[in-house]
């Protein structure tokens, strides 16, 4: 399958004097580290059919935002990674929040993925390294350095025939 990067990306590599966005400032951003909920974060992604949001908010448990002026935006201007630098999304971010604190991350993201979201876990060291598929690629290596002694490191997610990593 053939993975196209997100336009901001290639805008920025096209003309980064020209383009500012969240893919091309992230130097001097701090790292998304997501919305917490009970037990960790999420990388909340917008719903992308605006007709599901109503039903995604009943979901929730947040009847009481189905008038509120700032969720009758669209929902990619109030959720998720993009909506972070808007003025909208850091508004709408300690409400879902408060909601969230509640449920679980894989409930909440099967949850959120029901009515059209992209949401996933977002993972700590920890838990990245101790994921099994962390472990099945065989991603985390071991070097001894005659000075530095023995070094943990990330190899590459992908082998290529005949090329060491």
Same mark, same amino acid.
Request: glycine fraction near 8%.
């Given at each position: 399958? !053939? ?14 004097? &020209? ?9 001097? *951003?701090?790292? &998304?580290?997501?919305?917490?909920? *009970? &037990? ?5 992604? @917008?719903?992308?059919? @605006?007709?599901?949001?109503?039903? !995604? ?14 969720? /009758?935006?669209? @929902? ?6 993009? +909506? ?5 999304? /850091? ?13 679980? +991350? ?19 060291? *920890? ?5 099994? /598929?962390? /472990? ?13 002694? *023995? ?5 590459? @997610?992908?082998?290529? &025939?005949?090329?060491?990593?």
């Amino acid at each position: 399958m !053939l993975r196209v990067a997100p336009a901001g990306v290639f805008t920025t590599m096209v003309n980064p004097d &020209d383009w500012v966005g969240f893919n091309g400032d992230c130097y001097w *951003k701090p790292p &998304d580290i997501g919305y917490k909920v *009970k &037990d960790g974060s999420i990388g909340l992604s @917008p719903v992308r059919d @605006p007709e599901n949001f109503p039903e !995604l908010l009943k979901a929730l448990g947040m009847e009481e935002y189905l008038e509120n002026p700032l969720f /009758q935006r669209p @929902p990619r201007e109030i959720m998720g990674a993009a +909506a972070a630098s808007t003025d909208a999304g /850091q508004m709408a971010r300690p409400i879902w929040e408060k909601t969230f604190e509640k449920w679980n +991350a894989n409930d909440l993201i099967n949850l959120l993925n029901r009515f059209g979201s992209n949401s996933g876990v977002v993972n700590t060291y *920890k838990t990245l390294f101790e994921h099994p /598929q962390t /472990q099945a690629l065989e991603m985390l290596k071991e070097y001894h350095d005659p000075k530095l002694g *023995k070094l943990r490191f990330v190899r590459s @997610p992908w082998t290529l &025939d005949g090329v060491p990593a």
